[in-house]
């Protein structure tokens, strides 16, 4: 398995949580992809905070004015069975990654 196989059965696996109403603050969106050169992509799952008002909780004003938050969940890290590997987009974006032994 790559890369693809891992993001995009994470991200099913995510859409049936969504599905039974288990994601209450997030929604699941299409597998980010990142690309340094042609050749060199990677793949994760990926989930975006729910716009204020919608389920998300409510704390204050301020949180309406913000951009939803979006994460990767990426699985390709660590060996099978392990807890994935959550992040904010932004930093996966730019290479960033577990320090995983």
């Known amino acids: 398995m790559d890369c693809i196989d891992h993001s995009t059965s994470t991200t099913r696996l995510l859409q049936l949580f969504e599905a039974r109403g288990w994601l209450r603050w997030h929604r699941v969106l299409e597998p980010a992809r990142r690309a340094r050169f042609i050749l060199v992509q990677h793949f994760a799952a990926q989930l975006e905070e729910l716009p204020f008002g919608e389920s998300a909780p409510q704390t204050d004003a301020t949180a309406e004015a913000l951009p ?34």
Do not use: K
């Open 68 to 101: 939803p938050q979006r994460f990767v969940i990426d699985t390709w890290f660590v060996d099978p069975g392990q807890p994935a590997v959550v992040m904010p987009l932004e930093n996966w974006m730019r290479g960033d990654g577990p320090d995983v032994d």
